[in-house]
């Protein structure tokens, strides 16, 4: 696709998406340690909050971005799903076996790999997400082609009603319990809702919950969102980003100030940290309106350059190849660095500047030199296409 017929705002919001999945995973190592979970200072517990909230919208960004570009279909089924496998499963096989391989034990990685991704790799989950949403996209493509704006904005509200679903089973069942399952991965028990049960978890909000509403996003702005000035895009956006902001701030912290009764070092198994991270998944309420405001943002950028047409449409390119192979990269940096600069109260910088930059550092060292390998490796013929997409 030449640069005329790119979408360039798609471009810029896949680059950023990828960095801030990146910051997303440089934050991690400062809540999840020790036997699980481990926040070393109230300060540490509060630059999380804020520096993993920020890109929590990244990987939604994605899907909007595939349903901007692809849905309603543009080909029949059989050629999406011939070019979507050629793009997507082939380099997701690859990096899979390297991480298998590259990380804990490599004959009950193989084992694993014929149920589920590997857990050591646990960002490999979004390729399965991405595949389901591929496989409902020939379903709803003719309906997509014919809907109207209100039919869709009422799919939209049932949609974003969902987002709320997991406070509401908070309110009403309290803390929830943590059911372990294989390699010790926890899942918060669901309180029931609306027609689930213990043997029913198809609900009445079951099918439109999820990222079937990222999908739908991106429908309804291609289809019926023109273009806005800056004055009113800020005016919609910037409230937007903040509220949802503070909704997963606020979540976050509320459950850690609560298990830690304000007394630091705060540790516990694994699932502590799945509570504490339940308010800023993807299907909740502040996620959704921080990817709103990301979008609306994005849409402004419509001009090309030297910097887009020689660095930054590369970097898109090669986005997938980077999403996949990043964590080999990052783990090695996050591991130097904060060996480097110390921990919690005896960060070289004090307890309270340490971590931000070392999760800043962490973040742009990662992105930085991973772009520039995907890029390079994606210029070498046939190999480059297995492994980048």
């Not at 005329?4 to 809540?31: G, K, N």
């Not at 014919?146 to 997991?166: A, N």
């Amino acid at each position: 696709m030449g640069t005329a017929q790119r979408e360039i705002w798609i471009d810029w919001m896949r680059v950023v998406a990828c960095f801030l999945v990146m910051l997303t995973h440089s934050c991690e190592p400062f809540y999840l340690g020790g036997e699980g979970s481990l926040i070393l200072t109230k300060a540490d517990a509060i630059w999380v909050s804020i520096l993993n909230v920020i890109p929590r919208a990244s990987v939604a960004l994605f899907v909007v971005a595939s349903s901007y570009l692809q849905f309603p279909l543009h080909y029949s089924a059989g050629e999406f799903f011939r070019r979507r496998a050629s793009r997507i499963l082939i380099p997701f096989v690859i990096w899979s076996v390297v991480y298998a391989l590259a990380w804990g034990e490599p004959v009950r990685n193989f084992k694993d790999l014929l149920l589920n991704f590997n857990y050591a790799a646990g960002h490999l989950w979004f390729v399965y997400m991405l595949v389901g949403v591929y496989l409902v996209m020939p379903l709803l493509s003719p309906w997509a082609e014919k809907v109207g704006k209100k039919e869709l904005l009422v799919y939209l509200g049932i949609w974003l009603f969902t987002t709320i679903i997991p406070f509401i089973r908070q309110w009403a069942g309290g803390p929830a319990p943590v059911m372990y399952g294989p390699s010790g991965i926890p899942n918060p028990a669901k309180y029931p809702l609306w027609g689930e049960a213990s043997w029913n978890a198809y609900g009445v909000f079951y099918y439109l919950s999820g990222f079937i509403g990222y999908l739908l996003l991106g429908l309804y702005f291609r289809k019926f969102v023109g273009k806005l000035s800056w004055g009113r895009t800020l005016a919609l956006a910037i409230p937007l980003f903040l509220a949802g902001f503070a909704v997963c701030n606020a979540g976050f912290l509320t459950r850690v100030w609560a298990d830690s009764k304000g007394v630091f070092p705060i540790e516990g198994p694994v699932g502590l940290a799945a509570l504490w991270e339940g308010p800023w998944l993807n299907d909740t309420f502040g996620v959704a309106l921080m990817t709103i405001a990301w979008i609306l943002l994005f849409r402004k950028i419509e001009r090309t350059d030297r910097f887009y047409d020689h660095v930054l449409l590369p970097v898109s390119k090669a986005s997938y190849g980077m999403y996949l192979s990043h964590l080999l990269v990052l783990g090695l940096i996050a591991g130097w660095i904060r060996t480097s600069l110390g921990l919690g109260t005896e960060g070289v910088l004090g307890t309270v500047w340490t971590t931000p930059v070392q999760i800043f550092s962490i973040a742009i060292l990662s992105f930085v030199s991973v772009a520039l390998a995907c890029v390079l490796v994606q210029k070498i013929p046939r190999v480059g296409k297995w492994l980048m997409g």
